[in-house]
């Protein structure tokens, strides 16, 4: 018979797990350049990121962190903080969950959502940088990713469908229109709704 | 240090229940046979339902022998919506059914479906120890109630209900009282006749039985619908060949309960004392979920504020010891329990509930050990927690 398999984590992640790497010790986040923290205690999901950065280059110098979730999101946020430090601010604003999710050997479907709130939380502390140096101008809002080819229907498209009340992905198409040409995007587009509904409503 | 405390989700098989089954491989006749293999499995398998027939203070003929728990309940629940008119229950039975909140997904999704198919399906709270209101059962029972199926001890938190009270108020309204005694039986003295049911579930490999064979007894007399058609065993309510295999160890699993049962309660409630006194004394910020004295002895239940269940559980299993957690990020679900929820448990406290379930063979020494792990681990976590920075939270950027 087999022996116990492995858990449904790959080896880096289950690494970054049992260790996980640039934990923000104590409270004080006074030394920081950039605070940003992004999810709640209700869903179960809430990661805090700060930042330092070398002013005068832009780039990231130290990265350090508190989650509050499950393996994956522990683990996504340890080897997230691995990742941006020596990047530029405007590097590490562009990481996405796919490029963590990658980094990390992959995650299990059901535990995509657990990663997106690390690169949300980053993107925060970066324009808190922004803001607390005087430089409002560069505070961008969160990247657009168009989904829906067929339709030019935008993640954010998808985000309002969830907040007006879209809780199927019959519901998101009725609103949208978004998979009804060629139909590609329909499970990317799954799995936004899925964070959207979660990121909102908690369900 | 290997430490099984997840005895709720599945038993390890009892030596004698092993040594049974080894011993019955070599019995491969058909039940059903009329020849001399036929009759040898037949003779098994009948001694075999007077023996869990016996365990419950039930007659032979009330014993079905079904694939599992969850099959069971779904029999019994689907008893409602047979539309055939050759279907006696089916077209004489009252349209509502009651059930709770806190029940297993396999009454809970069964009802969920029934609804759709026009029962009208009724749920009762609980309140923050998982006990349902007495009185709240009373306003819902009618002369359009059926059914009514509440489970005996809660496989989360380990809440007993009355059954005995709620069946003799069921059938003061004329309704037929059900209920999932999966947790219960093994555990908990459990007598049909005393507790007054109609159905009652039964499941083997929760009491160091094997998996996939289950019994549910049906009350003579009591209306009836196969929910497998097409054979005439177990006297036309299940068809199937038996599983003969399944069906000698779950008869020997009830049979070394009897034997063992004597004593193991009180065993086990001194565990869970050491374990709940030893969490409370070494751990800040936690809560007990459960009926603090109506409630399994091998069942403790607890929610660590600031800490999220699936962590908990692969840092222990790391360590070697194997809880069960009411998160949702180990359900597979967005949803954390909804059995803690009914409780009215906030949302993050389910998120961060471990089930510590105990068994026959479980030791002190276990006990010990987890309580040396477990602070260490929670510690561990809350350091890495942002529900534990709390001036920090006023820097954040949102």
């Given amino acids: 018979m087999l022996q116990a398999g492995d858990w449904a984590y790959s080896e880096t992640l289950k690494e970054h797990f049992m260790n996980p790497k640039n934990i923000l010790q104590g409270e004080d986040t006074d030394a920081f350049d950039g605070v940003g923290m992004e999810g709640n205690l209700q869903c179960g999901d809430q990661m805090m990121v700060v930042i330092k950065v070398d002013k005068e280059k832009e780039v990231i110098t130290d990265c350090q962190w508190k989650t509050y979730g499950c393996a994956s999101a522990i683990a996504s946020t340890s080897i997230l903080s691995e990742m941006v430090k020596g990047r530029t601010l405007d590097q590490a604003f562009h990481i996405s969950p796919k490029e963590v999710a990658e980094a990390l050997g992959g995650l299990p479907d059901h535990k995509i959502h657990c990663s997106v709130l690390g690169d949300k939380a980053l993107r925060a502390a970066i324009n808190n940088y922004y803001t607390r140096n005087g430089q409002e101008d560069k505070v961008k809002q969160e990247q657009v990713k168009v989904i829906c080819q067929c339709m030019s229907i935008t993640d954010h498209d998808i985000e309002d469908a969830v907040l007006e009340g879209a809780r199927t992905y019959f519901e998101l198409q009725e609103r ?9 995007c329909k499970d990317e587009a799954e799995v936004l709704l899925e964070k959207f509904k979660h990121i909102h409503f908690g369900v | 240090m290997k430490v099984y405390f997840d005895n709720n989700a599945t038993t390890p098989l009892h ?37 869990v027939a016996d365990f419950i203070g039930a007659t032979e003929k009330e014993i079905v022998f079904v694939g599992s728990g969850s099959e069971a309940n779904n029999t019994v629940l689907s008893l409602f919506v047979c539309g055939s008119s050759q279907c006696i229950p089916g077209s004489k039975m009252r349209s509502s059914i009651i059930t709770t909140k806190i029940e ?12 759709h198919r026009g029962v009208r399906v009724k749920y009762l709270d609980v309140d923050q120890y998982g006990k349902i209101d007495l009185d709240q059962l009373a306003g819902m029972l009618g ?7 509440i489970m005996m001890a809660n496989n989360e938190i380990g809440t007993l209900q009355d059954i005995e009270t709620i069946a003799e108020m069921v059938h003061a309204s004329g309704a037929l009282m059900h209920t999932d005694a999966v947790q219960a039986v093994g555990k908990v003295p459990v ?3 005393s507790l007054g049911v109609d159905f009652l579930t039964i499941s083997a490999h929760k009491i160091y039985g094997p998996k996939g064979i289950g019994a549910l007894f049906v009350k003579k007399g ?15 309510r299940r068809a199937g060949t038996e599983n003969t295999l399944g ?25 869970k004392n ?10 800040d910020d936690i809560h007990f979920n459960g009926h603090p004295t109506d409630s399994l002895a091998s069942t403790l239940n607890v929610s660590f504020s600031g800490v999220e269940g699936e962590a908990i559980l692969l840092y222990l299993d790391l360590e070697g010891i194997a809880v069960s957690t009411g998160s949702a990020c180990a359900s597979g679900s967005l949803d954390p329990s909804h059995v803690l929820l009914a409780t009215g448990v906030d949302a993050e406290l389910a998120h961060g509930s471990i089930r510590f379930s105990m068994g026959r063979q479980t030791t002190r020494q276990e006990v010990d050990y987890v309580l040396n792990v477990l602070p260490k681990i929670i510690e561990r976590i809350r350091n890495m927690s942002t529900a534990y920075i709390k001036g920090g939270l006023h820097a954040a950027s949102r």
């Fill in chain 2, 191 to 193: 007598d049909v006749r």
């Fill in chain 2, 143 to 149: 002369d359009d109630v059926g059914l009514v199926s």
């Fill in chain 2, 222 to 236: 009591v209306p009836y619908c196969p929910l497998i058609r097409g054979g005439h065993q177990e006297l036309g």
């Fill in chain 1, 176 to 184: 949208t229109k978004l998979g009804t040409v060629c139909g590609q």
């Fill in chain 2, 104 to 115: 297993h997904p396999c009454v809970l999704e069964t009802s969920e479906c029934l609804a």
């Fill in chain 2, 15 to 51: 030596p004698d229940v092993k040594k049974e089954m080894i011993a019955a491989m070599e019995m491969f006749g058909n039940p059903s046979s009329m020849h001399s293999y036929g009759r040898e499995a037949r003779a098994n398998v009948e001694n075999a339902r007077r023996q």
């Fill in chain 2, 274 to 283: 050491i374990l709940r006194n030893g969490i409370e004394n070494s751990i």
């Fill in chain 2, 247 to 271: 069906i000698l160890g779950l008869a020997k699993a009830v049979e070394m309960r009897a034997l063992e049962m004597p004593g193991e309660e009180d065993r086990l409630l001194e565990l």
